[in-house]
């Protein structure tokens, strides 16, 4: 079953050798560019062929699986809305005709800024490689041809949008459908048949990962992170955490902690 994933928002960019990944979607732009080796990337149902040398960009919300032939050599960005924004005249509201830029991976600037991105010893690295990220995307979207997508996919993403903006609130079916404008069991169906998930489970993912970030960063009592994080009940959060992350918060927390000392000594 596809896994619907959420990355927080957050600016990802790492080298790999294995591509190979189950079917998923997320918020994200996912850019690859393979350096050297081949995969099978299968988006929306049509499978695609990642040549060395090429890129493929995969737009936010499309269903996509990688099958690799072999060893590869590979640099893989996931891109929030936060960068890719910018641009989006070209990419809400449509997807690529095509998914691979070929000789994306070999462009002499797109790879000179992504060897820039792997470099984590900046003392603002973070906030550099947003900026060499959108340059890299700016250089790419160039040579990409798009086209509009199909009410479902533009209903889809209104949706999502909403429950990333109001998921610390109260949120229900019967909300999106008001604040919407659309049907309830519409909006169901959107999440099981594109999505893979329930309305429920994805709320209360979005809210997990906001209790995360909550438990690693803050000091907050266990109970306040459960309320901050946008559950009305301490027995659901911690049964939802539970079967999400597989620990219980209070476990959760106390690892990183000792994780956290073991980096330090």
Known sequence: MPVYENHG?????SRSSR????????????????LEGSSTAIIDGVTHRIEAGNALIVFPNQ???YVSDGPEDY???LIPATIYNDFEESINGHKPISPIIKEGAKNPSVLALAKMCLE??????????????????????????????EANDCALERVLIYCEQHFLEELTLDVLSRELFLGKYYISH????QLGISFSNYINALRIEEAVKLLTTTDMPITDVCFASGFTCTRTFN???????????????????????????
């Open 9 to 13: 928002n957050i600016l990802r960019c």
């Open 19 to 34: 591509l190979g990944y189950f079917a998923h979607r997320h918020r994200e732009i996912e850019l690859i560019l393979m």
């Open 63 to 65: 269903l996509h699986k």
């Open 75 to 77: 640099i893989l960005f």
């Open 120 to 149: 984590s010893e900046a003392r603002f690295a973070y906030q550099r490689d947003k900026h060499l990220t959108g340059a890299i995307l700016s250089i790419l979207l160039e040579t990409l041809q798009v086209y509009p997508v």
């Open 190 to 193: 959107l999440f099981s048949r």
């Open 239 to 265: 049964r939802a955490f539970m079967g999400r992350i597989g620990l219980s918060p209070r476990e959760y927390r106390v690892r990183q902690k000792n994780e956290r000392l073991e980096l330090w000594t």
